[in-house]
T-cell receptor, first 112, second 114 residues
Framework: DQQVKQNSPSLSVQEGRISILNCDYTNSMFDYFLWYKKYPAEGPTFLIS?????DKNEDGRFTVFLNKSAKHLSLHIVPSQPGDSAVYFCAASGNTGNQFYFGTGTSLTVIP | DTGVSQDPRHKITKRGQNVTFRCDPI?????LYWYRQTLGQGPEFLTY????????KSRLLSDRFSAERPKGSFSTLEIQRTEQGDSAMYLC????????????FGPGTRLTVT
């Protein structure tokens, strides 16, 4: 049973525009959420995180929004750059951090 | 900080053979995790260690799989009697102890069972 879902397998965005990647979760016990970026033949790289006490966290061009009532989070990348082209994974965990549950990923292509 | 390293990066083996992978975590991290990733999927949790103690194992970790972290530093993951279904990317990650700490991943070991 997939507890973290990314329903868009792929997304294409023009350079300079906003990229919005979405993620839904089912387990109400999750209270820590992360986004990872993955290039081919490399391991996932941590990008940004948010705990359930917040609804927004910003780091440079990257902002994560959390809507607990809808069990939904999103990653905004503004402005998008060609180097952002990668697969993005959403992950979630409970407050023990024992394991992360990952979505299936969204492949982002930023077109120059 | 040299990051998480894994060895080998690629392994091709014949069905029925045993394989062993190694992971070296970030030195100050006392938690170490193993994940498996297949094509089109996100990483799936296998097991994790707090120092040398293996504290949790997924039901994905069949009895052919064994993981160790003997001195609380590097870890090994062994798969005995490999099957074609074991073909996947095996990822290692490490983190500090506690709930709200991100996990840092190594580059992975790509296993192909022929």
């Amino acid at each position: 049973d997939q507890q973290v879902k990314q329903n868009s397998p792929s997304l294409s965005v023009q350079e300079g525009r906003i990229s919005i990647l979405n993620c839904d979760y089912t387990n109400s016990m999750f209270d820590y959420f992360l986004w990872y970026k993955k290039y081919p033949a490399e391991g996932p790289t941590f990008l940004i995180s948010i705990s359930s006490i917040k609804d927004k966290n910003e780091d440079g061009r990257f902002t994560v929004f959390l809507n607990k009532s809808a069990k939904h989070l999103s990653l905004h990348i503004v402005p998008s750059q060609p180097g952002d082209s990668a697969v993005y994974f959403c992950a979630a965990s409970g407050n023990t951090g024992n394991q992360f549950y990952f979505g299936t990923g969204t492949s982002l292509t930023v077109i120059p | 900080d040299t990051g998480v390293s894994q060895d080998p990066r690629h392994k091709i083996t014949k069905r029925g053979q045993n394989v062993t992978f190694r992971c070296d975590p970030i030195s100050e991290h006392n938690r170490l995790y193993w994940y498996r990733q297949t094509l089109g999927q996100g990483p799936e949790f296998l097991t994790y260690f707090q120092n040398e103690a293996q504290l949790e194992k997924s039901r994905l970790l069949s009895d052919r799989f064994s993981a160790e972290r003997p001195k609380g530093s590097f870890s090994t993951l062994e798969i005995q009697r490999t099957e074609q279904g074991d073909s996947a990317m095996y990822l290692c990650a490490s983190s500090l102890t506690g709930g709200y700490n991100e996990q840092y991943f190594g580059p992975g070991t790509r296993l192909t069972v022929t």
